[in-house]
T-cell receptor
Framework: DAGVIQSPRHEVTEMGQEVTLRCKPI?????LFWYRQTMMRGLELLIY????????DSGMPEDRFSAKMPNASFSTLKIQPSEPRDSAVYFC?????????????FGPGTRLTVL | GESVGLHLPTLSVQEGDNSIINCAYS??????FIWYKQESGKGPQFIID?????DKRQGQRVTVLLNKTVKHLSLQIAATQPGDSAIYFC?????????FGSGTQLTVLP
């Protein structure tokens, strides 16, 4: 298996533009997680899905952020409009089961820079 | 609320020496603890875990120690190698949630 795949790896955009980050989880994993990583706040869970259904989106910063999972092999995280404070590395992770007891496999991340 | 923190943001060790990375957590309900390693340009990777009913667990060159009394977790790396240079995160949680610490940068000096 190729592991969790994310695209793009790097994204530079201007404030106010829409940004879409993409993730392909490991085949057979029922859980998908979106994280944001910054120096100030570390790794923060934004939202996670179970069988394509959003379960907990309490970490989503505000309405400018939205996430979808139209099928078991694809998820998107969209920011509209983007702001400089959204600059961070965004990780997607997947796991076979939920909760801390089950290893989450992380993708390589998307480094987002909003100018 | 839950917080997971690290005592030292950076740690430099000589190649061949042992490394110790520390982590404090606040939620006494946490019953599962994990260490992740993140190399430059990559996502976090699982290293070792420990459950609350244990106080020590060993892997290949790594040992995790858990002190629930003081809510402290440590990762020991034996005979540190250049490939060990990375950011190390502790994470704590339960069946439903996992919370990550802010990370410690380990640098292995030649």
């Amino acid at each position: 298996d190729a592991g969790v795949i994310q695209s793009p790896r790097h994204e530079v955009t201007e404030m106010g533009q829409e940004v879409t980050l993409r993730c392909k989880p490991i085949s057979g994993h029922d859980y998908l997680f979106w994280y944001r990583q910054t120096m100030m706040r570390g790794l923060e869970l934004l939202i996670y899905f179970n069988n394509n259904v959003p379960i907990d989106d309490s970490g989503m910063p505000e309405d400018r952020f939205s996430a979808k999972m139209p099928n078991a092999s694809f998820s998107t995280l969209k920011i509209q409009p983007s702001e400089p404070r959204d600059s961070a590395v965004y990780f997607c992770a997947s796991s076979f089961l939920a909760g801390a007891y089950n290893e989450q496999f992380f993708g390589p991340g998307t480094r987002l820079t909003v100018l | 609320g839950e917080s997971v923190g690290l005592h030292l943001p950076t740690l430099s060790v000589q190649e061949g020496d042992n490394s110790i990375i520390n982590c404090a957590y606040s939620n006494s309900a946490s019953d599962y603890f994990i260490w992740y390693k993140q190399e430059s340009g990559k996502g976090p990777q699982f290293i070792i875990d420990i459950r609350s009913n244990m106080d020590k667990r060993q892997g290949q060159r790594v040992t995790v120690l858990l002190n629930k009394t003081v809510k402290h977790l440590s990762l020991q790396i034996a005979a540190t190698q250049p490939g060990d240079s990375a950011i190390y995160f502790c994470a704590t949680g339960s069946a439903r949630q996992l919370t990550f610490g802010s990370g410690t940068q380990l640098t292995v000096l030649p």
